[in-house]
């Protein structure tokens, strides 16, 4: 192994680690520079005591919007090391936040494919996010792969994207070799988004809950799910009425229910943002461990809710390097005390938090790139 010096060098010992896939009985392990070294570099390292903790891979939140630094502290405060967002523009926005030494790590699909006609297109007027019909589709991936967002969100939002602009959308985002992730918070969005062969599918149908075809269509055409039920249970708690119609957050959790049961991929995402205009703000990391109660809640194990937020969601967006701890994975990582496996709520306890190597500290104020000033 090419052990960096002693002094870059961290060992936590006596803990317990739940390594992506299952809890382990208490060992070492190595933080060396910003990746997991092996036991043989943990002469004259610094030590940590872990008994009593457990350690875990940091927290992946698989859909939120990002605002500014202010945004990663909140999420590195709260043991999640990387966000996929779903949703910043311009992209400049989201430059300016790539890659911050010490900071959550972040992936981003810039501005979203929006109906002007549907409640999205009116409201959020996204620059660069408007997609008239298939044939400005090609146009608009051309437009998100040039500035370099990392998958392409589409918006079903209804009334809104007729069928085949959801269909022109996936397949130019395939031929870029592009995921796609489509919001859908209807079954009629999450039909069509299965129609169209979309990738992941986020949020959850409020108005009913999927079928056993949509189940099946959804297992074999390999999808995933990130439901956002801390985002589905705060909607329903801002304009929902108890026994009348409308949004049903029992709807959205009998959805998750089914898919998991039946195989498909779950992955955690809170949706946290604090845009301005939309109907709910899950709170910044915050929602995230909120996110795997509910998940809990849908019929998913603890470890199974941690797997959505680790190892399932670094495998399902391609993020080779973390979600599990491993010698040579990155070392993002989340020190908690007592046991999330025995009670999930135990992840709030955040002891510890290493952004690839680097402890986070919230006194900080704003960590920097690698050879940038701070601003
Ligand atoms: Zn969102």
Known sequence: MNAGPAAHRTVV?????????????????????????????????????????????GLIDTHVHLTDLSTLRAFASYGVTTVL?????????????????????IRSATVGATSPDSAH?????????????????????????????????????LPGFDQATVDALVAAAHRHGMRTVVHASSLEAFRMAQHAGADVLTHAPLDRPVTEEDV???????????????????????????GAPGPSYEAARASVAALHRAGVPI?????????????????????????????TGAGLSTVEALRAATVVAA??????????????????LLLVSGDPVADIRATRNVERVWCAGVEFDASRPNASRPNEDRR
């Open 267 to 295: 992955l955690a995402g809170s949706d946290a943002n604090d845009a301005k205009g939309v109907p709910a703000t899950p709170p910044f990391g915050d929602s995230l461990h909120r996110e795997l109660e509910l998940l």
């Open 85 to 105: 967002d779903m949703g910043t523009w311009p992209a400049e926005k989201v430059d300016a936040l790539r890659g911050r030494t010490g900071l959550t790590d």
């Open 216 to 242: 099946a269509r959804a297992l074999a055409g390999d999808r995933v799910v990130s439901p956002t039920l801390a985002m589905m249970e705060a909607i329903v708690g801002a304009v929902g009425r108890p």
């Open 13 to 57: 010992a006596d803990v317990r680690v739940f390594d992506g896939e299952k809890l382990l009985e208490p060992g070492t392990v190595v933080i060396d520079g910003p990746v997991i070294g092996t036991a043989a570099d943990a002469d004259g390292a610094r030590r940590i005591d872990g008994r009593g903790g457990v350690l875990l891979p």
């Open 121 to 157: 297109g009116q409201r959020l007027r996204p620059e660069g996010g408007l997609v008239g019909g298939p044939d400005e589709a090609e146009g608009y991936v051309d437009r998100r792969v040039a500035e370099g967002a990392d998958y392409i969100k589409i918006i079903i939002d």
């Open 315 to 332: 495998r399902c967006f391609g993020l080779t390097d973390r979600g599990v701890i491993e010698p040579g994975r990155r070392a993002d």
